[in-house]
C-alpha cells in the first residue's frame, strides 16, 4: 500500500489563482514527521517545509501555506497567487523513524503548471 | 556553505556492466542515503548510511550497495546493470539527532542510461 498519495497527477493554473496540491499519508507511528518538496526541471529536490506529527498548527510562508490535519492524514499545500516560477514537480514525503534512523517514503508527485 | 554535491552528472553504461556514483554531503551533515527516482515517479529510498554502516534499505536487490568513508562522503554501487535500472539517482545528506529525524537535503542528482 502506498505510505503517500498525491492524488493530483498534474495540475494547470493561470498565473495568480490560488493553487492546493493535495497529500493524504498513512502510517501506524506515533511520531513521525512529513515534508513538502519542489522538484524544478533542472532535477534537484528542495526542501519547502517540515512538520512533526505532534504540531497540527498551519504554516504560512509567504504565499505558501500548509494544512496539517491528522483527524483525516493530509498535509495539503496552497499557493497563494501563483506564479510562473511556482511551475514544477512537487513531492510530499513522510519519515518514520526506525531505530533512530528516518526512512522516507515520497509520493508519486503532482506537476503544477502555472501558465502567464 | 557547500551543499550536497554529485558525480558524475550523466552517465551512459550497457547492460551487465557495473556502475559507481558519488556523493558529498551538505557540510556537517553525518547520514548519506541515496533514492531511485524513474521517470514521471516519486523518489524511491534505497538505502542510508550512518558511521559507515547501512542503516536502513528499501526494497532493493543485492546488487545495490554502498559505502560511507569516515569524511562521510559516500558511493552507490550498481552491478549486472538492467534497463530496469535507468534513472535519476539522488543522494541526500541530513544530521542524526538520534531519536529524532532531520531534514534530508538532496544534490542535484547523477542521470544513469542502460542501453
Known amino acids: 500500500a502506498q505510505k503517500v498519495t498525491q492524488a493530483q497527477t498534474e495540475i494547470s493554473v493561470v498565473e495568480k489563482e490560488d493553487v492546493t496540491l493535495d497529500c493524504v499519508y498513512e502510517?501506524?507511528?506515533?511520531?513521525?514527521?512529513l515534508f513538502w518538496y519542489k522538484q524544478p526541471p533542472s532535477g534537484e529536490l528542495v526542501f519547502l517545509i517540515r512538520?512533526?506529527?505532534?504540531?497540527?498548527q498551519n504554516e504560512i510562508s509567504g504565499r505558501y501555506s500548509w494544512n496539517f490535519q491528522k483527524s483525516t492524514s493530509s498535509f495539503n499545500f496552497t499557493i497563494t497567487a501563483s506564479q510562473v516560477v511556482d511551475s514544477a514537480v512537487y513531492f510530499c514525503?513522510?519519515?518514520?523513524?526506525?531505530?533512530?534512523?528516518?526512512?522516507?517514503?515520497f509520493g508519486s508527485g503532482t506537476k503544477l503548471n502555472v501558465k502567464p | 556553505d557547500a551543499g550536497v554535491t554529485q558525480s558524475p552528472t550523466h552517465l551512459i553504461k550497457t547492460r551487465g556492466q557495473q556502475v559507481t556514483l558519488r556523493c558529498s554531503p551538505k557540510?556537517?551533515?553525518?547520514?548519506v542515503s541515496w533514492y531511485q527516482q524513474a521517470l514521471g515517479q516519486g523518489p524511491q529510498f534505497i538505502f542510508q548510511?550512518?558511521?559507515?554502516?547501512?542503516?536502513q534499505r528499501g526494497n532493493f536487490p543485492d546488487r545495490f550497495s554502498g559505502h560511507q568513508f569516515p569524511n562521510y562522503s559516500s558511493e552507490l554501487n550498481v552491478n549486472a546493470l538492467l534497463l530496469g535500472d535507468s534513472a535519476l539517482y539522488l543522494c541526500?545528506?541530513?544530521?542524526?539527532?538520534?531519536?529524532?529525524?532531520?531534514?534530508?537535503?538532496f544534490g542535484p542528482g547523477t542521470r544513469l542510461t542502460v542501453l
Open positions: 541526500a545528506s541530513s544530521l542524526v539527532r538520534p531519536p529524532s529525524t532531520d531534514t534530508q537535503y
Open positions: 502510517t501506524r507511528d506515533t511520531t513521525y514527521y
Open positions: 512538520r512533526n506529527s505532534f504540531d497540527e
Open positions: 514525503a513522510l519519515s518514520e523513524a526506525e531505530n533512530n534512523f528516518n526512512k522516507f517514503y
Open positions: 557540510s556537517g551533515h553525518d547520514t
Open positions: 548510511y550512518y558511521e559507515e554502516e547501512e542503516r
